[in-house]
């Protein structure tokens, strides 16, 4: 039927036993690295476009520029579109990316994705920490971003399809919080790079089938002799998605997921205009905008990395007890307050002509009001932004989905990286009002429209549409006597 959801089965969702094995926790902490890895090149380039080698190495006019300046518009002179452009082409190299991921995992698996992820990132960091021009620098910037692309693609479906329903959110924000490990790994490996002389500096950073066979190994995942009734479950889930011969299409044009499709473009979208890769790319030249010298410009970063840690731990202990709505509610206030006190404190310090100096009292409380944004931001939007998407999608459209989220996140974390220096220039310390306001709409979308998905198994998370206030007017209960079928052949296999 066109324009609704299909519910199959039964009208409760179901709930399965299981555990966290010590297989399950190490398979997915390793797929968890690729958050890592995401995350050091976001803190690298924050560390580097405020490291004087690296500027006099591949941006000599824009380094000869700032020094020129006698009297300095504190909001406009980092303001260069080469500049941003280097930041921003990791990100659009993995736009692209994302959409080879989709085919290239719905045909060789999660698995052989991250596997060809991790190799276009090696090349693309070797490429970059012996780069010695722009074009090589760039070059390997867009290698390191279809690694990200693909990485950042199969991470977070893998993790979520290896774990219990009831330790989904926990197992699946070990991505985030190996990006926050990431950030900050590469935090101080820029500042101590800052205090080797010369061009080696930077380059430190750089461089650095079968039905009884697929029945034992869920066994093996879950801890348990008898997994009998998520697996008959899980074959008629496979059976339901190889029958979608053309994901793409049902995806956006079958009608049957505007639920799920609403929420792969919009939470990748909303999660950009928190602003916070703009805090995490930016951090160094931010600092050093409001005032802080070099060396304490990257202490501050290290400072803000660790905050960015810790929070998202809470997160990873909190996602399945407290559920993903209120950590994103709460989250979500937490920013807007503290992203309103620090335009605050900016404004009143340069004010429109963005000329003078900035007190140490002001430094610390904008300091400190950025750790608290940045602790909301890691214990909801930036978890839940990858959690929420990951678990939603029904198997047939889930890489195509999962495509859809990451080069939407991609694209937009590369235009707001783009225009940033730009808007910082233009609407001076009114940029932390505007994603304020951004964070105020979509705060009020999650209260509004997202139902609560944790302890439900992936399966089963057709029934959570249904119960919801709004998308109950596009599911119907249909009970899919095809899916009933082969629960019953499987389990007559098995018996």
Not at 292 to 299: D, G, I, R, Y
Not at 312 to 318: N, R, Y
């Amino acid at each position: 039927m066109p324009g609704t959801l299909i519910v199959h089965h039964h009208a409760r969702h179901k709930t399965y036993p299981g555990e966290v094995t010590g297989f399950v926790f190490f398979a997915c902490l390793i797929a968890s690295v690729g958050g890592c890895i995401f995350g050091y090149d976001i803190g690298l380039t924050a560390g580097l476009t405020s490291t004087e080698a690296f500027m006099v190495q591949f941006f000599p006019s824009i380094y000869d520029e700032m020094k020129k300046q006698v009297i300095v518009n504190e909001y406009c002179k980092f303001d260069s579109q080469i500049l941003t452009l280097f930041c921003s082409s990791l990100f659009l190299s993995a736009t692209v990316a994302a959409f080879l991921a989709g085919p290239m995992g719905r045909s060789f698996g999660r698995k052989w994705t991250m596997f060809a992820a991790s190799s276009a990132y090696v090349a693309g960091a070797c490429l970059g920490g012996v780069a010695v021009n722009f074009p090589m620098l760039l070059t390997g910037r867009i290698l390191v971003g279809a690694g990200v692309g693909l990485c950042i693609h199969a991470s977070p479906l893998y993790i979520s399809e290896m774990a219990p329903a009831q330790q989904r959110g926990m197992l699946n924000i070990l991505f985030q919080f190996m990006c926050t490990v990431g950030i900050l790994t590469a935090n101080m490996t820029t500042y101590v790079a800052s205090k080797v002389d010369g061009e080696w500096g930077w380059r430190i950073g750089v461089t650095f089938g079968a039905v009884e066979t697929a029945r034992a190994t869920l066994a093996q995942i879950r801890g348990l002799s008898d997994v009998r009734e998520e697996f008959e479950d899980l074959t008629a889930a496979c059976e339901d998605g190889k029958a979608v011969a053309h994901p793409w299409r049902e995806l956006f044009f079958g009608g049957k997921y505007k639920p799920q499709l609403t929420f792969c473009i919009f939470i990748p979208f909303f999660q950009q205009l928190t602003g916070i890769n703009v805090i995490m790319f930016y951090a160094p030249v931010l600092f050093k905008t409001v005032g802080f010298k070099q060396n304490a410009t990257l202490v501050s970063s290290v400072i803000t990395g660790l905050v960015n840690v810790f929070s998202t731990f809470v997160a990873t202990l909190t996602a399945d007890k407290v559920g993903r709505r209120a950590l994103f509610l709460q989250g979500g206030t937490q920013m807007i307050i503290s992203q309103i006190l620090v335009g605050t404190f900016i404004g009143l310090q340069f004010g429109m002509s963005g000329t003078g100096a900035i007190s140490e009292q002001y430094a610390m409380c904008i300091v400190l009001f950025v750790c608290v944004y940045v602790a909301g931001f890691a214990w909801s939007w930036g978890p839940m932004g990858w959690l929420i998407p990951s678990e939603i999608y029904p198997l047939g459209v889930r890489s195509a989905a999962q495509s859809v989220t990451v080069a939407v996140n991609m694209f937009f974390t590369a235009f707001i990286g783009q225009i940033f220096l730009t808007l910082l220039c233009h609407l001076r310390f009114g940029l932390f009002y505007f994603f304020g306001a951004w964070v105020l709409v979509m705060t009020l979308f999650i209260a509004m429209l997202l139902p609560e998905t944790k302890n439900v198994p992936i399966e089963e998370m057709a029934h959570v549409w249904r119960k919801h206030w709004f998308w109950r007017k596009f599911v119907i209960d249909n009970s899919d006597a095809r899916g009933a079928e082969m629960r019953k052949r499987i389990a007559l296999e098995m018996s």
